[in-house]
Nanobody
Framework: QVQLVESGGGLVQPGGSLKLSCAAS????????MNWYRQAPGKERELVAW????????NYGDSVKGRFTISRDNAKNTVNLQMNSLKPEDTAVYYC?????????WGQGTQVTVSS
């Protein structure tokens, strides 16, 4: 059974940091591109960052470039998103996604709220 379980969300003040984690099981993690998406109320889901199966390549959305870092540990089947210098506009539900060919798996999401 495929599972992606996100953790680490919460309430943080502007300028603060959070680290999201996603624990994967039920598929060959090291073969998949891993992605973090987010969706704010009333907005479309947005790709935040992705990392290649080996971890050798990463890419970020323009709105988070220089502030967020995606990483993965293929031995532990986990992918992380370190979020620094958080802004109120980063408030959203963050989703972990695994993609390989026609296979596409999603986590349940974790809420991140940036507010003073």
């Amino acid at each position: 059974q495929v599972q992606l379980v996100e953790s680490g969300g919460g309430l943080v003040q502007p300028g603060g940091s959070l680290k999201l984690s996603c624990a994967a099981s039920g598929f060959t993690f090291s073969s998949y591109f891993m992605n973090w998406y987010r969706q704010a109320p009333g907005k479309e889901r947005e790709l935040v960052a992705w990392i290649a199966p080996s971890g050798s390549r990463t890419n970020y959305g323009d709105s988070v470039k220089g502030r967020f870092t995606i990483s993965r540990d293929n031995a532990k089947n986990t992918v992380n998103l370190q979020m620094n210098s958080l802004k109120p506009e980063d408030t959203a539900v963050y989703y972990c996604n695994a993609r390989f060919l026609r296979y596409d798996h999603w986590g349940q999401g974790t809420q991140v709220t940036v507010s003073s």
